[in-house]
């Protein structure tokens, strides 16, 4: 069973940036397309973005222009890049990889605020 493992969550003032790493624990071309989704509390966990094995990624409305998703295939690695933070963006941020299965990391918490 492949693991992934998310990683580069913190607290950051309103504006600021972080980026969030998320690696497998087996080649990431096992998966058709890998994701970051998001969950705040009370809320249901709702995509971010998502990268397809060919072909550019795709965001939601709410990250555009602000939030950049890459992927090393060498190093079995996902990143996203959050740069123009807000607090709205506070949630629990979970890698997701999708095999036919989906396989889902443990998630790491971001927290915008002053």
């Known amino acids: 069973q492949v693991q992934l493992v998310e990683s580069g969550g913190g607290l950051v003032q309103p504006g600021g940036s972080l980026r969030l790493s998320c690696a497998s624990s087996?080649?990431?071309?096992?998966?058709?397309?890998m994701a970051w989704y998001r969950q705040a509390p009370g809320q249901s966990r709702d995509l971010v973005a998502r990268?397809?094995?060919?072909?550019?990624?795709y965001y939601a409305e709410s990250v555009k222009g602000r939030f950049t998703m890459s992927r090393d295939n060498a190093k079995n690695t996902v990143y996203l890049q959050m740069n123009s933070l807000k607090p709205e963006d506070t949630a629990i941020y979970y890698c997701?990889?999708?095999?036919?299965?989906?396989?889902w990391g443990q998630g790491t918490q971001v927290t915008v605020s002053a």
């Open positions: 087996g080649s990431i071309f096992a998966f058709s397309s």
């Open positions: 997701n990889g999708d095999s036919g299965l989906a396989v």
């Open positions: 990268i397809f094995k060919i072909g550019g990624p």
